[in-house]
């Protein structure tokens, strides 16, 4: 273990090993790429336990880092002006996404080998460049860095949804892309702008840099510095927050910037819905606390009360449209939603309890909404149909199949003793902490989702079976099975035992509080 956290370059290879994967995979003859792809991610995924096992718990600073000067650009003076670094970094806010992230991979890639039957090489090697791009977003620590793997997230999704999609992915496919584009324009030229504040800053480097620790102090600065530079408004830092606030609210998606979700998951591919909910939606609440937060405090502090309110519509109108959907994948989309609403909740209480319950419930929406879109794809290979009218007393049919459901259906809902419920109970302890009707409002949300799952789960496995086409259904594979064990073991394992995914995260967490706060940065310092 040691090998791993002495030197060697785990971030680079964890990153870089399924970018090697796609290219090899791409060359390829179509019956060998199922197996390329899920080599590399399988690798992928035992490279991401020495993260974890070699990850120091008690420490908030950056871990594993890699620094090295990439873009230098000399000025006439023969001084460097522009400069990107290769940062990469991981703390306790990241550290659980990357194995969530290896996880799903290995197991959207192994769901597909069944569903997917045309231009396979091209597949699996958009699979394997998402891969690399998700890893990238979540362990780049120069900002620029960053923006470079978030654009290269959305052109395997473009391609995943927009050729193996279904009969609408063309109209799905331009609206994820035109919502991404949008939001990715603010992003980038807030990120120029933050690069010509250092520059001008006398706290600055005099550069235009976007290492993270560079313009950490900069920026919590910004709110003095700016009255005083004729070159930037006074209210430059909430401007700033602003762009990439809604940078990130587009990708969570928050409300109502959520209306392209709905129709980016009816129209995916089943692999594609389990890393779009489990993995893509995380990258915008990743933001938010990697950078919205520490860069903008005091702007955060403001619109706190703003992006609480829209978290708590995105609650309630998720959980209210999801019941009123007749199919299935869309009445899961919409739980999203809800769910991302509870992280967003938790995140903006802006104390540790919320920001520790947003952050878990980001791992464990992943975990149940990618175990509920496997099992979505695995009733629609056999029925071809997503109409929940089309089922029912699919308990006495496929009884396997029933009691994987159950236990995600009731892990989704939060009930005590899984996953849900842990993650949901901290963001709403944070928010009664920050404001009593922010929880209040909030615990509707759990009882709206109860509500629109439990008629799901009614519909479809209680009852007679009166349809003919449901009778000669055949139960879970071996196969299959396989599939959704890891996820329901995990299910169980953080409701009962919580602290083993707490307790990593909590002194990156505390360091972000105190920087929310206004005090001193104890967080950002690299080598």
Known sequence: MDFFTSGFPILTVLIFL??????????????????SALAFTVLTALLSLFVIFGFDPTRADFQFVERYNWIDAISRQGESLFKVEYLLGLDGISLWLIPLTTLLMVLSVWFSSDSV???KKEYYAFMLLLETGMLGVFVALDLFLFFIFWEIV?????FLIGIWGGSN??????KFVLYTMAGSALMLAAIMGLGMVNLVSPSGTGQIAFAFDKLLPVMQGLPQLAPTLATLPANAAMWFFL?????FAIKVPLFPFHTWLPD????APTAGSVILAGILLKMGTYGYLRFALPFFPEP?????????LLAIIGILYGAWVAYAQKDIKSLVAYSSVSHLGFVMLGIFALNAQGLSG??????????????????????????????????????KIMPIYAAFFLITMLASVGLPGLNGFVGEFLALLGAFAANPWWALFGTLGVVLAATYMLRLFNKMFFGPVDRDENRGLLDLTRKEVALLVPLVILMVLIGFAPNLFLDPMQPSVNALVEIVNGNAPSIGMLP
């Open 117 to 119: 039957t045309e231009r």
């Open 264 to 267: 980016a998951h009816v129209q």
């Open 243 to 247: 762009a990439f606030a809604l940078a």
């Open 358 to 395: 947003g952050i878990l419930q980001m791992i464990n929406h992943g975990i149940s909404t990618g175990a509920l879109f496997l099992l979505v794809g695995m009733i629609y290979e056999r029925r071809h149909t997503r109409d929940i009218d089309a089922f029912g007393g699919l308990w």
């Open 154 to 158: 959305l052109i395997p999704m473009y």
């Open 169 to 174: 992915r063309i109209y799905a496919t331009m």
């Open 18 to 35: 399924p970018l090697v994967g796609a290219i090899i995979t791409a060359i390829l003859p179509d019956d060998m790429a199922e197996s």
């Open 300 to 308: 955060a502090r403001d619109f706190a009360p703003l992006f609480a």
